[in-house]
């Protein structure tokens, strides 16, 4: 049997599948049945943090809030947009080490805060993070 390359974090955002949106049959998690709901990719969450603007800090809530408008659904995943969000924040990182610079990068200080689900479970320490947040005078 042939040893599969483990996927990077940066192959992991580009290899999405395509969003969809789902009509939901019964309630998961905080939306309730008959909903639209997308299902979006990593790369539509990469997408939006990119176009967030230097100094302001959106939470997961406006995003996913956001993102449903855009795909005209009623909600956002929930589950998928954590896992996403995720993605992109360990490719941001794994970027940040092979030296790309600052300006280039996805700028997920600014949707990753200290009581953000996502910065529990990101891989890299969450000074990273903190740091730029501190830089750009974000709480």
Same mark, same amino acid.
Request: one cysteine or more; proline letters at 6%; glycine letters at 4%.
């Given at each position: 049997? @042939? =040893?599969?390359?483990?996927?990077?974090? =940066?192959?992991?955002? /580009? +290899? *999405?599948?395509?969003?969809?949106?789902?009509?939901?049959?019964?309630? &998961?998690?905080?939306?309730?049945? =008959?909903?639209?709901?997308?299902?979006? =990719?990593?790369?539509? &969450?990469?997408?939006?943090?990119?176009?967030?603007?230097?100094?302001? $800090?959106? $939470?997961?809530?406006?995003? %996913?809030?956001?993102?449903? %408008?855009?795909?005209?659904?009623?909600?956002?995943?929930?589950?998928? /947009? *954590?896992? &996403?969000? %995720?993605?992109?924040?360990?490719?941001?990182?794994?970027?940040?080490?092979? *030296?790309?610079?600052?300006?280039?990068? /996805?700028?997920?200080?600014?949707?990753? +805060?200290? #009581?953000? $689900?996502?910065? #529990?479970?990101? $891989?890299?320490?969450?000074?990273?993070?903190?740091?730029? %947040? @501190?830089?750009?005078?974000?709480?």
């Amino acid at each position: 049997m @042939a =040893n599969k390359k483990m996927k990077t974090w =940066n192959d992991k955002l /580009t +290899d *999405g599948k395509p969003h969809h949106v789902k009509k939901l049959d019964k309630k &998961f998690v905080d939306i309730p049945e =008959n909903s639209r709901m997308l299902v979006a =990719n990593p790369q539509i &969450f990469e997408d939006y943090i990119r176009a967030i603007p230097y100094g302001k $800090s959106v $939470s997961l809530k406006e995003i %996913r809030s956001d993102l449903a %408008r855009e795909y005209i659904a009623d909600h956002t995943c929930p589950v998928t /947009t *954590g896992m &996403f969000v %995720r993605i992109v924040a360990e490719a941001t990182y794994e970027q940040f080490l092979q *030296g790309v610079p600052e300006e280039q990068l /996805t700028p997920v200080w600014r949707v990753i +805060d200290a #009581k953000s $689900s996502v910065a #529990k479970k990101i $891989s890299f320490p969450f000074e990273w993070i903190a740091e730029r %947040r @501190a830089k750009e005078g974000l709480q």
